[in-house]
């Protein structure tokens, strides 16, 4: 096993409020779907931001300790964080696409970085639409604008969009939130042929999908990571109290 991701120490403060993440140690495996769960407020959303960066331009009074990818430290000030944000892709709870056609929306990151190559572009098109359980049902209309489909349709256009620019990883924050169950199926299966690939890290809209997808599944409250481990552990005999109420639905 590959930690492709190591959390080290890691404590943020914002500028308002009390510490969001306190002294985090977590390390993700590649090749594997690493759930970050828990109640509203537990810093999944934080932390999954300090992985690539997307705290940049939040008032920060404190944040400390390391996030090593492939050894290097990205909350180091010298890291290149156009590179990180193409290695580290991240799909939100809602699905915003572009003004674009589905292809557009697919080719514009490679056309901003400056591939030209009608072949490249399509091959991205089509391989990026096939890893998101997409192509099928939109292959024969890639020049209809986007905002004409569905949301759950949106959602896995949003992750194919990250998959275009080739990234290692992927975050995904509540991905499934505004999707019906056939829509989230269709990207929880996505999720489990692209993690033989990919380094995925999900925060999971339910403790049901938590269980359902964790090869690792880590508890957070109020800033604290509680328990950590194999997904199935986890659901079926958590050690920690804490752990054992919420995964049985005595708090939400
Ligand atoms: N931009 C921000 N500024 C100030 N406080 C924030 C900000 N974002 C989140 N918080 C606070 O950090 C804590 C963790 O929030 P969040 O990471 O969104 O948790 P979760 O995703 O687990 O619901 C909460 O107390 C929240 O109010
Ligand atoms: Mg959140």
Same mark, same amino acid.
């Given at each position: 096993?590959?930690?492709?991701?190591?959390?080290?120490?890691?404590?943020?403060? +914002?500028? #308002?409020?009390?510490?969001?993440? /306190?002294?985090?140690?977590?390390?993700?495996?590649?090749?594997?779907?690493?759930?970050?769960? %828990?109640?509203? %407020?537990?810093?999944?959303?934080?932390?999954?931001?300090?992985?690539?960066?997307?705290?940049?331009?939040?008032?920060?009074?404190?944040?400390?300790?390391?996030?090593?990818?492939?050894?290097?430290? =990205?909350? *180091?000030?010298?890291?290149?964080?156009?590179?990180?944000?193409?290695?580290?892709?991240?799909?939100?709870?809602?699905? =915003?696409?572009?003004? $674009?056609?589905?292809?557009?929306? @697919?080719?514009?990151?490679? !056309?901003?970085?400056? !591939?030209?190559?009608?072949?490249?572009l *399509?091959e991205?098109?089509?391989?990026?639409?096939?890893?998101?359980?997409?192509? &099928? #049902?939109?292959? *024969?209309?890639l *020049?209809?604008?986007?905002?004409?489909l569905?949301?759950?349709?949106?959602?896995?256009?949003?992750?194919? /969009?990250?998959?275009?620019?080739?990234? &290692?990883?992927?975050?995904?924050? &509540?991905?499934?939130?505004?999707?019906?169950?056939?829509?989230?199926?269709? =990207?929880?299966?996505?999720?489990? !042929?692209?993690?033989?690939? +990919?380094?995925? =890290?999900?925060?999971?809209?339910?403790?049901?999908?938590?269980?359902r997808?964790?090869?690792?599944?880590?508890? $957070? @409250?109020?800033? !604290?990571?509680? #328990?950590?481990?194999?997904?199935?552990?986890?659901?079926?005999?958590?050690?920690?109290? /804490?752990?054992?109420?919420?995964? &049985?639905?005595? $708090?939400?």
């Amino acid at each position: 096993m590959v930690d492709k991701i190591v959390i080290e120490n890691l404590s943020l403060t +914002y500028a #308002e409020g009390n510490e969001s993440l /306190r002294h985090i140690n977590l390390k993700i495996a590649a090749n594997a779907i690493t759930v970050l769960f %828990g109640p509203a %407020g537990g810093g999944k959303s934080s932390l999954l931001r300090c992985i690539n960066r997307l705290n940049d331009l939040t008032d920060i009074r404190l944040l400390q300790g390391k996030i090593l990818i492939d050894g290097q430290n =990205v909350l *180091d000030p010298k890291t290149d964080v156009i590179a990180l944000r193409r290695k580290v892709g991240m799909v939100f709870a809602r699905p =915003v696409v572009l003004p $674009f056609s589905i292809r557009g929306n @697919l080719t514009y990151g490679l !056309e901003l970085a400056g !591939e030209k190559r009608k072949s490249r572009l *399509d091959e991205a098109v089509e391989r990026s639409l096939k890893l998101a359980a997409l192509w &099928e #049902e939109v292959k *024969d209309r890639l *020049d209809d604008p986007a905002v004409a489909l569905s949301g759950g349709q949106q959602q896995r256009l949003c992750l194919a /969009r990250v998959l275009a620019n080739q990234p &290692e990883i992927i975050l995904l924050d &509540e991905p499934t939130s505004g999707l019906d169950p056939i829509s989230t199926g269709k =990207v929880e299966a996505a999720l489990q !042929e692209l993690k033989h690939q +990919y380094t995925i =890290v999900l925060v999971p809209h339910s403790v049901q999908q938590a269980a359902r997808t964790a090869d690792y599944a880590a508890f $957070f @409250l109020q800033g !604290e990571l509680v #328990e950590f481990g194999p997904g199935r552990d986890l659901f079926t005999n958590p050690k920690d109290k /804490r752990t054992e109420d919420y995964v &049985e639905g005595r $708090f939400g």
